[in-house]
């Protein structure tokens, strides 16, 4: 981790990791999680609920001031009205990690007085890091990455 990130980055890196090490744990036995269905096709698992809490816990014991909007628990916590508001997915790709299909992350941003300031997506089982911060630019695992400069779409790769 570069130690030239913006500290508030620094924390969202650490909770997206310690969620990671939850995941992880958990896809050693995927079978034994306990599943719950939000509504058609919209999974929820107890490992949601795990890793949320450990971002939330990360996130209030180094902002206690800021606010939480977290997707599984569905509410706010910490302070609603505060002018940074953490923004979590702890969890995305439910669908995908209930089958087995290794393509999921962590997600976490910041908003600052209504606008994403930082930005992390953690793909624990590639222990791949994406981190953005607003006018430095996006980054994966360190190194600098950019949009792609092409315009036609028969020159684009959409997938393989």
């Known amino acids: 981790m570069s130690t030239s990130l913006h500290p508030m980055l620094n924390v969202a890196i650490k909770a997206a990791r310690a969620a ?10 995927v079978e034994a999680v306990r599943i719950s269905q939000k509504q058609v096709n919209d999974f929820v698992t107890e490992v949601d609920h795990a890793s949320e809490a450990a971002i939330i816990d990360t996130l209030l014991t180094a902002y ?9 628990s569905g509410s706010q ?29 962590v997600s976490i941003a910041l908003q600052v007085r209504g606008r994403i300031e930082q930005a992390v997506v953690y793909d624990p089982s ?35």
């Open 64 to 72: 206690p001031d800021h606010g939480i909007l977290a997707e599984e």
């Open 126 to 160: 590639r222990n791949d890091l994406f981190t953005a911060t607003r006018g430095r630019g996006a980054f994966l695992n360190d190194r600098r990455i950019r949009v792609s400069k092409r315009t036609q779409l028969k020159e684009c790769l959409i997938s393989t």
């Open 77 to 105: 916590h910490g302070n609603p009205n505060a002018d940074h508001i953490w923004i979590i997915d702890p969890l995305d790709g439910t669908t995908n990690f209930i089958h087995g299909f290794p393509v999921y992350c």
């Open 20 to 29: 990671g090490s939850i995941i992880n744990r958990a896809a050693l036995d």
